[in-house]
């Protein structure tokens, strides 16, 4: 039954869906599929596992082992990133039922096999035998014992969920009511986009706000009104919110308590590369510096800008000009149609990216890569022509990720999908997006849109890192004494009402302490590119971030491209000192990246 599904699956797999109604048709088989899937730890009851004391010399038995489990999940695996795939369309109300019933179960499922007692036994001999494993089933070990330690109970999962699904609402509710107690923050009437008719204009005529945000901060010239209505849309979703906020961090707290942590953010944090709170804070203020304008006053500031100038380009010249540039680290690509596209690196195939049209650059995976199982596929949706930086910019980002997906090297799913630690898990992805972009995309100028946004939304995101470091963390705990310092820090004025910094970014309950990740992984993968883009060897650096076939520890990998020393201290300093020319000049003397 297993098997036979599975192959349905594969076989499925091999039908391409390019717009929102083609991709809804197939979609009650794949969910029967899901619905009828069993156990996949059924499928290996009978495998008989390795003693946890026994004493081997080899691990041919626990490869043995490996593979019998990656057998038995794999088909859950590709129906999984099926249903991501299909999510990302607008479906009805009942496919969305649907979906979610599979995704209930698909967990189930996977909850099931990771707590099994066969699981279990065979962690158990990994962790035995680990000094005589591979470094590949070494890293496998890592990753079964992260997983099976972040389970959460059936009864937890589903209020966690729903707890984020009511913060979601919440942030999308646009309703914001103000009653103006100053004549002057209302607008001229020949300035509003929109009448005031609510019943309540009628009580305070000229005196309620019920206009687009951003139209408002647009139109609006008085800084101290552009605050009093930027901060009150901010606080909109707290009364709606903050209940089911609570509720998380009760989730986690509990969570981390059973792990013997005293808060959440020490449990997630000591999984990474930056690991403690005190480091997190480290990077986060050595990146702090003032934005070019306050939020409230971002509108006018960008209305103010002008673009930086851009030729336009079509979506299929641009990708020929990425190909070219990615031809140099060694990969090949075989043009089978217009639509469909083979890659190569070197005598290796990877899989197929399937090139489709739509309204807003995309990509999605539809089959992840196993090395000796399957080949990868990714969907690429493009827009017909791009006309500006931002647009460029997000066409060779998705296609970076498209390339990253197809280079793992790993016989098993998990290591071809999850990395050592989340804050390391895109530095090869976005060290390739800097690479591709070279000769392609030209510097933005300085003052320009572009700059101004990109300055403001680094700011933005450092300062909401702050926010969530803190909220998870126990009170006599907390990396920031006072948040309210910390927003004038980086965009010099005062937002008072620190009780509201918590609700107005989803990012707070998904990503939650680990959201500095982002800032953390750009600003490495940049000193990475600087430090090695002079090297001749450019494929060693690839192979080394994004192959990584030895399975290195990402640590020895790190200092093989950028030389000693690598621990978490030295690389903010680095990073913050930036890559100087001494450093250049030496580089010739490294053993990976320059060795001619």
């Known amino acids: 039954m ?36 069993r156990a996949p730890i059924e499928n290996i009851q009978g495998h008989k596992l390795i003693a946890a004391d026994e004493n081997i010399d080899n691990n041919t038995q626990l490869i043995n082992d490996a593979f019998a489990l990656e057998t ?26 649907s979906v979610l019933q599979c995704q209930l179960h698909l967990a189930d ?27 590949e089933l070494i890293q496998l070990t890592a990753r079964l014992v992260t997983l099976k330690a972040e389970q959460l109970n059936l009864t937890d999962k589903s209020k966690l969920h729903t707890a984020q699904a009511t913060v979601k609402q919440g942030l999308r509710t646009q309703e914001l009511t103000l009653q103006f107690t100053e004549a002057d923050c209302q607008l001229p009437i020949e300035t509003r986009q929109q009448p005031v008719n609510s019943d ?42 903050e209940h089911a906020l609570n509720r998380i961090y009760q989730l986690r707290h509990n969570q981390a308590r059973l792990a013997q942590f005293q808060d959440h953010t020490h449990l997630v944090l ?101 090395l000796g199982r399957q080949y990868g596929q990714i969907q690429f949706l493009v827009k017909a022509n791009y006309k500006n930086i931002s647009d460029k910019t997000r066409f060779i980002s998705e296609y970076a990720s498209a390339l990253s997906s197809l280079s793992s090297s790993s016989h098993y799913y998990l290591l ?65 004494v006072s948040l309210e310092d910390e927003f004038t820090h980086s965009f010099s004025l005062l937002w008072d009402k620190s009780e509201d910094y918590p609700y107005n970014f989803y990012a707070i309950v998904t990503s ?50 950028i030389g000693d020393p690598v621990d978490p201290l030295s690389l903010i300093k680095r990073i913050k000192d930036g890559f100087s020319f001494s450093e250049i000049v030496y580089q010739d003397q490294y053993d990976l990246t320059c060795t001619i």
């Open 72 to 97: 038995s999940l794999l088909s859950l695996f590709n129906i999984k990133d099926r249903l991501n795939y299909y999510k990302s369309f607008s479906l009805p109300h009942f496919y969305q039922e």
């Open 200 to 241: 309540n204009a009628k009580t305070h005529p000229n005196k309620t706000f019920n206009q687009s945000i951003a139209t408002y901060l647009i139109r609006q010239k008085d800084p101290g009104c552009q605050k009093l209505v930027w901060q009150a849309y901010q606080g909109r979703a707290k009364k709606k919110n």
């Open 2 to 37: 297993l098997k036979s599904i599975f192959l349905i699956a594969l076989s499925f797999s091999l039908t391409l869906s390019t717009a929102a109604n083609a991709a809804v048709s197939p979609l009650p088989l794949l969910v029967e599929q899901c619905l009828q899937l």
């Open 270 to 370: 000591n999984k990474q590369y930056l690991s403690t709170p005190e480091l997190v804070k480290t990077f986060l203020d050595s990146q702090t510096s003032l934005a070019p304008t306050p939020p409230w006053q971002l509108g006018n500031k960008l209305a103010q800008s002008k673009r930086s100038v851009t030729d336009i380009l079509s979506s299929a010249s641009l990708l020929s000009h990425i190909q070219g540039r990615a031809e140099t680290l060694g990969f090949r690509f075989e043009i089978i149609t217009d639509d469909i596209h083979r890659v190569w690196y070197r005598e290796r195939l990877l899989g197929d990216i399937f090139v489709s049209s739509a309204t807003r650059t995309k990509t999605h995976t539809l089959r992840v890569p196993v």
């Open 109 to 135: 499922l996977m909850s099931d096999t990771l707590n099994s007692p066969w699981v279990t036994r065979f962690i158990d001999s990994l962790k035995q035998q680990q000094a005589k494993l591979e470094p």
């Open 512 to 561: 939650g302490p680990l959201y500095y990740q982002q800032m953390w992984q750009e600003s490495l993968a940049e000193y990475i590119y600087l430090a090695t883009k002079h090297c001749k060897n450019q494929h060693d650096v690839y192979k080394s971030l994004l192959v990584n076939e030895g399975f290195k520890p990402f640590e020895l990998r790190l200092s093989a491209l």
């Open 416 to 480: 071809n999908t999850l990395s050592e630690t989340q804050d390391t898990s895109a530095i090869g992805q976005l060290w390739l997006n800097m690479y591709l972009s070279e000769g392609i995309i030209s510097p933005v100028e300085i003052n320009s849109r572009e700059s101004t946004m990109s300055l403001f939304s680094k700011q933005l995101k450092i300062f909401r890192s702050k926010v969530a470091l803190n909220f998870y963390s126990a009170t006599n705990k907390q990396a920031y």
